[in-house]
């Protein structure tokens, strides 16, 4: 199960669930502007608020700035694809 860290309404934060979803992966919502404890893991990650979002697979978190779709591939052939 695939964690997704980020704000409701977040641009970078629905490409990376709608990336999610288009590949079949079953993932959670966290939407940090409700759940203290993600918001103290993406600013631990990040440092702050920006245009990124915090994906966590197996309890290990990983900060994708600037999302795009090669990055996710990426983060996605590393994490999750078998």
Known sequence: MVKVYGLTGCGPCE????????????????????????????RELVGGLSAGVVLEVDGKSEAILGVSIPRL????REHVEP
């Open 73 to 76: 591939e990426r983060w996605y």
């Open 15 to 42: 490409v990376a669930k709608l990336f999610l979803e288009q590949k079949g992966v079953e993932f959670e919502f966290v939407d940090i502007g409700e759940d203290a404890q993600g918001l103290r893991k993406v």
